[in-house]
């Protein structure tokens, strides 16, 4: 046996017989990297645990005390990035473990009893997602209220609409701002049922079959500050895959409103448009056109987003095939899907950043090329004196054939959501309502509760 295998630390299911070294690397692939993303999250969820296991008398009054206050330890170094997954240790459950082990001795060893690997990185990646889910919700938020603001500052500046990219009809820049608002409240609609998925405890579920420990599991889903449990131990397994495709579903939402709304601004910015100019600081150059201004920006947020737009696919073919029960292919969901968060928020704090600076053309329709999509206004100005639409439609039509149509250019639009209506109001109330529904401060209590320090019993 090589020196390299005596020295490597036994694994916490080793019964004696070392991995080979090729396996050791394949089978374990990115994970300690991946579970750096899980680490804080572990560690509340063996405090809740611990918690429990007290409760039912697996763990003494004495040991306790000594196990949470070891935990929020390792909890404070994690957060002051003082913790590592060591060499040879195969993943972020195993290295707490061994943490609490060479502190505390045997008693650090009663921490995994009624919990398998598989009930606790269920649990990781759930806490995981929560967290992550609440930052975006919360960033969404911010680039709302800028959509929101700019579209009230801007609702009396016309501009042409567009349907088959071909000139339309009468827009603003205040409906423009305002689609893109309210497309976030749908996004953020459709992450509350993510969040309402995701925000189920699946800790007690064990290996999938639960335990012959007398196991408190309403008593963890309240510490840990989840709405409900998965209840059934084998569905709890069977949400491992399921919840990640459901959250990067609402995250590929959310993606999309921002896709679309870089290819608009890299439209508009284009001297063949002129509707809209970012400063030069938000711009790069070229290394041979002196002129150049690139919404480089911009670009990159769409790729960036098309790319998060991918996710729920790539997810759906990695679980796609699997029966019940756990598979090692699931692991491999981690390294795209923990990592997805970041990209995502910095796609949001990027375009609220630049959308907030970015300077309108408040003369666009003093080009003459945008003359006729005053034309239905033309007609419905007939219709409404009387003439029959039809009509109507075609004498303004015979106008624009022998070049004699004369637009007035100004619009009443009155309903809702309109160019006159735009409904912010009710838009923003909305967003209110549907954030107010994620209910992030019950959380927030439950964790501040299980960081206090104990003492003795």
């Known amino acids: 046996?090589?020196?390299?295998?005596?020295?490597?630390?036994?694994?916490?299911?080793?019964?004696?017989?070392?991995?080979?070294?090729?396996?050791?690397?394949?089978?374990?692939?990115?994970?300690?990297?991946?579970?750096?993303?899980?680490?804080?999250?572990?560690?509340?969820?063996?405090?809740?645990?611990?918690?429990?296991?007290?409760?039912?008398?697996?763990?003494?009054?004495?040991?306790?005390?000594?196990?949470?206050?070891?935990?929020?330890?390792i909890y404070h170094q994690i957060e002051n990035g003082e913790f590592k997954i060591e060499q040879g240790i195969e993943d972020v459950h195993s290295q707490v473990e061994l943490m609490l082990t060479r502190k505390l001795g045997n008693v650090g060893k009663k921490i995994h009893s009624g919990r398998s690997r598989n009930d606790q990185v269920l649990l990781d990646l759930k806490l995981f997602a929560r967290n992550e889910i609440k930052q975006l919700v919360e960033l969404s938020n911010r680039l709302f209220d800028v959509l929101i603001a700019r579209s009230e500052a801007t609702k009396d500046i016309l501009i042409p609409g567009y349907t088959h990219l071909q000139v339309a009809m009468p827009s603003s820049f205040g409906l423009w701002f305002g689609a893109y608002a309210e497309s976030l409240t749908d996004d953020l609609q459709l992450m509350n049922a993510a969040w309402s998925i995701t925000n189920q405890n699946p800790l007690g579920s064990a290996a999938g079959y639960g335990s012959s420990f007398p196991l408190n599991r309403q008593m963890t889903t309240d510490l840990l500050g989840f709405d409900s449990m998965n209840y059934n131990v084998v569905y709890a397994q069977m949400g491992r895959g399921k919840m990640e495709k459901t959250v990067a579903f609402a995250m590929s939402s959310i993606a999309a409103t921002l896709s679309k709304l870089a290819f608009d601004v890299c439209l508009f910015t284009s001297q063949n448009f002129g509707f809209v100019s970012l400063p030069d600081n938000i711009t790069t150059g070229s290394s041979i056109m002196p002129h150049k201004k690139n919404p480089d920006v911009f670009e990159l947020l769409r790729s960036h987003c098309n790319r998060i737009q991918a996710l729920p696919n790539t997810i759906t073919l990695m679980v796609n095939n699997l029966p019940s029960g756990y598979f090692r292919d699931l692991q491999i969901i981690k390294e795209v899907f923990l990592p997805a968060f970041d990209e995502l928020k910095d796609c949001l704090k990027i375009a609220a950043y630049a959308i907030e600076f970015m300077k309108v053309n408040n003369k666009v329709l003093d080009d003459k090329r945008y003359d006729l999509i005053f034309s239905v206004e033309e007609v419905n100005k007939l219709a409404a004196e009387g003439m029959p639409f039809r009509d109507a439609y075609k004498y303004v039509a015979q106008k624009i054939m022998d070049g004699n149509f004369v637009p007035v250019k100004k619009v009443k639009h009155t309903h809702e959501g309109s160019i006159g209506n735009l409904c912010n109001e009710q838009i923003n109330n909305k967003m209110k309502n549907i954030v107010g529904h994620f209910n992030f401060e019950k959380i927030d209590s439950a964790i501040v509760e299980l960081l206090k320090p104990m003492g003795v019993l």
Request: avoid cysteine; glycine fraction near 4%.
């Open 1 to 73: 046996m090589s020196t390299s295998k005596m020295n490597m630390p036994e694994k916490i299911w080793e019964k004696g017989i070392p991995v080979d070294e090729l396996i050791e690397k394949f089978t374990v692939g990115s994970d300690r990297e991946m579970d750096m993303f899980l680490a804080p999250f572990d560690v509340l969820g063996s405090i809740a645990h611990v918690r429990m296991l007290h409760s039912i008398d697996l763990i003494t009054d004495n040991e306790l005390p000594q196990i949470i206050n070891e935990l929020v330890h």
